[in-house]
Nanobody
Framework: QAQLVESGGGLVQPGGSLRLSCATSGFTFNAYTMSWYRQAPGKERELVAV????????NYADSVKGRFTISRDNAKNTVDLQMNSLKPEDTAVYYC????????????WGQGTQVTVSS
């Protein structure tokens, strides 16, 4: 029932920017904490950014702090990740994740979108 669809990935040069979007449906979006994860080849999946259900607080991995910004629009049921000053080590598949703010067993994943940072 729940669907999360990421878009906006692609190939960018080091120092460039990308904006990822996650369009959702099939669940009560404003009751869910939203996150972006990423997974590089041969690496474990890493939590990149989190935003609370009402959008009043955010948290970031140290590796992206100051460069990435997570945001949400509860009227459109979307969450975005603005990525600036991209580095080759940011190369990964980026996944959108939803988790109910109280009932943690209710969580959903998107299919992922590829981000490649290379010259």
């Amino acid at each position: 029932q729940a669907q999360l669809v990421e878009s906006g990935g692609g190939l960018v040069q080091p120092g460039g920017s990308l904006r990822l979007s996650c369009a959702t449906s099939g669940f009560t979006f404003n009751a869910y904490t939203m996150s972006w994860y990423r997974q590089a080849p041969g690496k474990e999946r890493e939590l990149v950014a989190v935003i609370t259900s009402v959008g009043d607080s955010t948290n970031y991995a140290d590796s992206v702090k100051g460069r990435f910004t997570i945001s949400r629009d509860n009227a459109k049921n979307t969450v975005d990740l603005q990525m600036n000053s991209l580095k080759p080590e940011d190369t990964a598949v980026y996944y959108c994740h939803a988790e109910h703010w109280r009932l943690l067993r209710y969580d959903y994943w998107g299919q992922g979108t590829q981000v490649t940072v290379s010259s």
